[in-house]
């Protein structure tokens, strides 16, 4: 029965029926269910790392020593390439962008982790969770960029050492920085442009601990395929292709260091290692969580956890435990610091 027909059924001298008045009810009810089903979910609910009191008191400790790690350490390096003289190259001015992305990275998520151990009701906002999303990517987006850019200036400064300084100069290295945020941006925002639209009304529950785009589109109230296909296009393929092109320049920097003076292959064999070993940590996460076709939701967390903790805290150990010349300016920056304590 149509509302017109209803309505004009009403209207007329006949009472209503029991089997009208049903009727009625049941088109008020489905009226109502129809507009609850459309109701815009208003926030987001993680379910954490684990029930356990317990097991997130420890994990409190554990993640707040880290993340404390991650400010101090990062923080460092920016400082010590900044305040340093001896360190003014495109290497390090390079490594002090990585470790502030690193730490901006681990800031989107960390802090409000931490402080979920202790919620019992773990929830972030509609336009949080969105934030992070976007804050995720747009600096892992950035990240990626300056991991090829540093693989590119060590490509020049070992294989073209004599037109280096041609190649890598000042303004070339701050356009690269540009580019690496910019793609940061362009990447985050291409993610979200559809995923931002998408109708939820329930089940607003992420099994993780932030926000992140293949866990959230699944809470959509629509049909999700060619939007995971668009995530896996995006991230993963761009992930995957990064990570082969990174793969073969190292390659072939190796293969030029056998043909080095055993001085110099050396030197560019331990910075060539820590490059290696921070690109195998930060794609090897991004690789399963965006690339690989058979999720598992255990792994995934681990990773998550892996990516946005772990990594931005092992970037600045290996880059200073491995580099002389890292180790040698801080030392001139502790010895300063404490020579204009004793002035003051």
């Not at 350490?73 to 920016?78: A, P």
């Not at 109708?199 to 939007?227: M, Q, W």
């Not at 995530?231 to 092109?245: E, H, K, M, R, Y």
Request: charged fraction near 15%.
């Amino acid at each position: 029965m149509t509302r017109k027909e209803e309505s004009e059924y009403n209207n007329t001298d006949f009472p209503l029926t029991p089997f009208s008045k049903v009727t009625t009810e049941a088109i008020s009810w489905n009226e109502s269910m129809s507009e609850t089903n459309h109701t815009m979910v208003t926030e987001f609910i993680f379910l954490g790392l684990s029930n356990s009191q317990e097991l997130q008191i420890f994990l409190f400790v554990f993640f707040l020593v880290f993340y404390v790690g991650i400010v101090f350490g990062n923080l460092l390096i920016v400082i010590t390439v900044a305040s340093d003289s001896h360190l003014q190259s495109p290497m390090y001015f390079l490594l002090a962008n990585l470790s502030l992305i690193d730490l901006c990275l681990s800031s989107v998520t960390a802090p409000k982790m931490i402080a979920d151990f202790f919620s019992k009701c773990k929830v972030i906002s509609f336009k949080g969770c969105f934030a992070q999303i976007f804050l995720l990517h747009f600096f892992g987006g950035s990240e990626l960029v300056i991991l090829i850019a540093m693989a590119f200036d060590r490509y020049v400064a070992i294989c073209k050492p004599l037109r280096y300084t041609t190649i890598m100069r000042g303004n070339v290295c701050v356009g690269i920085v540009a580019v690496a945020w910019g793609t940061g941006f362009l990447h985050s925002v291409s993610q979200l442009a559809f995923a931002v639209n998408l109708p939820f009304c329930g089940p607003n529950e992420v099994d993780s601990f932030h926000c992140d785009l293949p866990r959230v589109i699944k809470l959509a109230c629509t049909d999700t395929y060619r939007l995971d296909i668009m995530v896996i296009a995006n991230s993963g393929v761009l992930t995957v292709c990064s990570f082969v092109l990174l793969i073969i320049s190292y390659t072939v920097i190796l293969m030029t260091i056998q043909y080095l003076p055993s001085e110099r292959s050396s030197k560019a064999m331990s910075t060539l290692t820590a490059h290696i070993t921070v690109v195998l940590l930060f794609f090897g996460p991004c690789i399963f969580i965006y690339a690989w076709p058979f999720p598992i939701k255990s792994l995934d967390k681990f990773l998550a956890v892996f990516y946005s903790v772990v990594t931005p805290l092992l970037n600045p150990i290996i880059y200073t435990l491995r580099n002389k010349d890292m180790k040698t300016a801080m030392r001139r920056l502790r010895k300063w610091n404490m020579n204009s304590r004793i002035k003051s």
